[in-house]
């Protein structure tokens, strides 16, 4: 279900959010739940190697393939979010792109980021959260109790990403907070932001 939903996102303006997201990259970078590799055709040439984790098998074949056509280096690899690949402090930054909803322990996730980052590293984020009104969170909190995560690949829509990335022990250096597609829907509410480790 994902590769056709993201194509739709995309094409309905996500690709230039990715765009954002990624300007400015350089060096190592770890992408942490990169599903079909839809960020690979954006990171600029500043970045020498791009190490991806997919944990899902049919997603991780189809990063495999954007791999081979992405314009740096990418290696993709069935890790997860909880055990992240790469040594302490091996990696300059990490980027969640979309996948902080599925995660099943966001805590873990952002430790993991912490460790693997070099000292003045930072997090890259694009993600949809918690609503900015307690009526839609409450239609929220009654979709992650029921249909949505069996749904959406373990998709929760009430999470507070930017509090998460916070509690983390992260500054958030650049935060943009904006509804897409630009509706009020319990799916709608985005946060893209940049952060580095207090």
């Given at each position: 279900?994902?590769?056709?939903?993201?194509?739709?996102?995309?094409?309905?303006g996500?690709t230039?959010?990715?765009?954002?997201?990624?300007?400015?990259?350089?060096?190592?970078?770890?992408?942490?739940?990169?599903?079909?590799?839809?960020?690979?055709a954006h990171?600029?040439?500043?970045?020498?190697?791009?190490l991806?984790?997919?944990?899902?098998?049919k997603?991780?074949?189809?990063?495999?393939?954007?791999?081979?056509?992405?314009?740096?280096?990418?290696e993709?690899?069935?890790?997860?979010?909880?055990?992240?690949?790469?040594?302490?402090?091996?990696?300059?930054?990490?980027?969640?792109?979309?996948?902080?909803?599925t995660?099943?322990?966001?805590?873990?996730?952002?430790?993991?980021?912490?460790r693997?980052?070099?000292?003045?590293?930072?997090?890259?984020?694009l993600?949809?959260?918690?609503?900015?009104?307690?009526?839609l969170?409450?239609?929220?909190?009654?979709?992650?109790?029921?249909v949505?995560?069996?749904?959406?690949?373990?998709?929760?829509?009430?999470?507070?990403i930017?509090?998460?990335?916070?509690?983390?022990?992260?500054?958030?250096d650049?935060?943009?907070?904006?509804?897409?597609?630009?509706?009020?829907?319990?799916?709608?509410?985005?946060?893209?932001?940049?952060?580095?480790?207090?």
């Open positions: 279900m994902w590769p056709k939903m993201r194509r739709t996102l995309d094409s309905r996500m230039e959010h990715r765009r954002t997201l990624l300007a400015g990259l350089a060096g190592h970078v770890l992408e942490v739940g990169a599903g079909d590799g839809a960020n690979f990171y600029p040439p500043t970045v020498i190697r791009v991806a984790v997919e944990p899902e098998p997603l991780r074949n189809l990063a495999a393939e954007a791999a081979a056509r992405a314009p740096v280096s990418v993709v690899s069935g890790a997860s979010a909880g055990k992240l690949p790469a040594p302490d402090a091996g990696v300059d930054s990490v980027v969640f792109c979309l996948v902080l909803c995660v099943p322990d966001i805590d873990g996730a952002l430790a993991e980021a912490r693997v980052l070099k000292p003045g590293g930072q997090i890259r984020f993600e949809h959260g918690r609503a900015d009104s307690a009526g969170v409450r239609i929220q909190r009654a979709l992650d109790a029921t949505w995560p069996p749904l959406a690949g373990g998709c929760h829509t009430s999470r507070d930017v509090a998460a990335v916070e509690r983390a022990g992260f500054t958030i650049d935060l943009r907070r904006y509804n897409f597609p630009p509706v009020r829907t319990p799916w709608s509410f985005h946060a893209r932001g940049t952060a580095t480790v207090r």
